[in-house]
């Protein structure tokens, strides 16, 4: 069975991923939101998450960090600042960052309403770049 | 004869000159294939960004124009990013820009603050006694990354929000070909929405499309992103600009040294034989004289 969806993962630096998928997952920002064949044309704001794809029957992840996918004639293309496949995200640096995440965030009782939202998405994106390296796929 | 000596030294400082211009080249050369690489890389998602902006904005239609990135700024002050080089031996590239700025100055009664890239430009401003509102020393222009790109492009949008000016401008060397970069402006802000929407390709596909949440939330998280590439964008180009601009310098001064150098070994090899056959006839006379 041939693959179904053309699946292009872009971020400033580079493309990611070109491939082919039979189904699709991706962190919208109102919920994880999958994608199949014929989908209806669409344009959506991404979360910071993971991006789940099957390819040939095995799952595939990869740590998205915000961004959008648009889906137009089974072509699915994701626009994200970052998308990092498992093998290439540091262990040890994604937990050094949720550390100083949560530190920040427990010391932070007089801090700006911008500093907290900054420490809490740097403690997401910590979080779902750990969950991608230890292939959890739950999201 | 003193002349000799004096000729061996400058050869051999013009020819240590030669070797240091050469290297230079050479890193320039070097750095400006890493520009170049980047430069390609950044453009898929720029592309996307921008065409889903244009989409967007076709579907929202005269929506977009009352949204705040998108209209005159209430301040009577004009702010303006410079991008210059760190280093100079990069040519004309500096004096160009300079050129292209007071130009536009020269006819520009409002106030203007200036944003800057590199010390060179810093430099300059300080010399006519122009505002710097800041300087961008972190990252360093030449280790500028997209997330660096995108808090310069933050501040600049912080700047216009905060109601302090009416317009943002940049001004940058566009990267034309190895031999040409051009001095140009961005209008930065306001963003004028019809060149938004000018590609015509994303007004066609505006029907039946679901946006998810809706059209001017996404819109509102894109509009950002886009203007993070623009700013990229003409960073990278900048630098590509001043290292292409660098190497052409240094190749001419490779060049000019290298001619030096004949120049002047002939001139040493001429006067070396006169020497020498000043000694022979000195000693065959000589000669002559004892017999």
Redesign the interface.
Same mark, same amino acid.
């Given at each position: 069975m041939s693959d179904e969806l053309t699946l292009r993962v872009?971020?400033?630096?580079?493309?990611v991923l070109d491939t082919e998928a039979s189904s699709i997952r991706v962190p *919208?920002?109102?919920g994880s #939101?999958g994608i199949l064949r014929n989908h209806? *044309? #669409?344009? *959506? *704001?991404l979360d910071v998450g993971l991006l789940i794809y099957s390819r040939g029957g095995a799952e595939h992840v990869l740590f998205v960090s915000g961004?959008?996918v !648009?889906v137009?004639d089974n072509t699915v293309?994701v626009?994200s !600042?970052a998308g990092e496949e498992p093998a290439e995200i540091n262990e040890e640096r994604a937990q050094e960052a949720e550390a100083r995440a949560r530190q920040r965030l427990d010391e932070g009782r007089r801090q700006t309403d911008l500093d907290v939202l900054r420490a809490e998405m740097a403690l997401r994106r910590a979080q779902f770049r750990l969950r991608a390296r230890r292939g959890s796929s739950l999201s | 004869m003193a002349g000799i000596r004096e000729l061996r030294g400058r050869i051999k400082s013009v020819g240590n000159i030669k070797q240091i211009t050469r290297a230079m080249e050479m890193v320039a050369t070097t750095k400006l294939r890493k520009f170049q690489d980047?430069a390609i890389?950044?453009r &898929?998602?720029?592309e /996307?960004?921008s065409a %889903?902006v244009g989409?967007?904005a076709a579907v929202l239609g005269e929506e977009v124009k009352k949204r705040p990135l998108f209209r005159q700024g209430e301040g009577d002050k004009i702010a303006c990013l410079l991008v210059s080089s760190e280093r100079g031996l990069c040519g004309a590239y500096n004096s160009n820009l300079f050129r292209k700025l007071e130009g536009w100055l020269a006819q520009e009664p409002r106030e203007v603050d200036f944003f800057v890239y590199g010390r060179k430009a810093y430099q300059f401003l300080k010399r006519f006694d122009r505002k710097v509102e800041r300087l961008f020393i972190d990252p360093m222009l030449e280790e500028i990354?997209?997330?660096g790109a995108?808090r310069t492009a933050n501040a600049l949008q912080e700047a216009f929000l905060s109601g302090a000016y009416s317009n943002v401008r940049v001004l940058y060397s566009a990267f034309e070909s190895m031999a040409k970069y051009v001095p140009t402006w961005i209008d930065f802000l306001p963003i004028e929405a019809e060149a938004l929407a000018g590609d015509g390709e994303g007004a066609k596909?505006t029907g039946?499309?679901? %946006? /998810? &949440?809706d059209a001017g939330?996404?819109f509102d998280? %894109?509009v950002p992103?886009y203007l993070e590439?623009r700013i990229?964008n003409a960073l990278i180009e900048a630098l590509t600009s001043e290292y292409a601009s660098r190497r052409m310098s240094m190749k001419n001064a490779t060049d000019a040294a290298g001619d030096m150098q004949s120049e002047l070994k002939s001139i040493y090899n001429r006067k070396r034989q006169e020497g020498i056959t000043k000694d022979l006839l000195d000693i065959v006379g000589g000669a002559e004289a004892l017999r």
């Open positions: 872009i971020t400033p630096d580079r493309i *919208a920002s109102d #939101m209806a *044309a #669409m344009v *959506a *704001a961004g959008f !648009e137009r293309r626009v !600042e | 980047r890389a950044s &898929p998602y720029a /996307e960004i %889903l989409h967007l990354d997209y997330r995108a596909n039946d499309v679901i %946006l /998810e &949440p939330t996404i998280r %894109l992103r590439t990229y």
